[in-house]
């Protein structure tokens, strides 16, 4: 029996988000400007994944797993593989600026300075 040799491919990737199929399914949307992207499609473009560089050339990848075995209802699972001991249950509608940073990703966005009145 022939031995297989490992093979491997490199990436540019600084963080990888794992984002629930089953739980995507389930609320089929709920994400976006009108509410009818899935988180994932919603984090892509937000982040601008689509432009520059994609796909393992790209610093980040959004893309979906298996089910986390949480199933929330409302809300889809997903983790930044950075951090793979905080899943993340987040709301449909929620804030994409505010998913992204407790993901913990940064694509160079500041936050708005708030002046009080």
């Not at 793979?84 to 936050?111: N, S």
Request: aromatic share 6%; with cysteine.
């Amino acid at each position: 029996m022939a031995v297989e040799e490992f093979k491997s491919a490199k990436t540019e990737w600084k963080d990888v988000v794992l984002v629930c199929r089953k739980c995507s399914k389930k609320l089929d949307g709920g994400f976006g400007p009108d509410g009818d992207l899935t988180l994932k499609k919603a984090l892509r473009k937000y982040l601008h994944l689509k432009k520059g560089k994609k796909g393992r050339k790209g610093a980040l990848t959004v893309t979906s797993a298996d089910c986390f075995d949480i199933c929330p209802k409302g809300a889809v699972v997903a983790v930044n593989t950075a951090q793979p001991k905080k899943l993340l249950i987040i709301p449909a509608g929620a804030d994409l600026f505010e998913v992204k940073t407790r993901l913990g990703l940064d694509d160079g966005r500041r936050l708005k300075m708030v002046v009080p009145d």
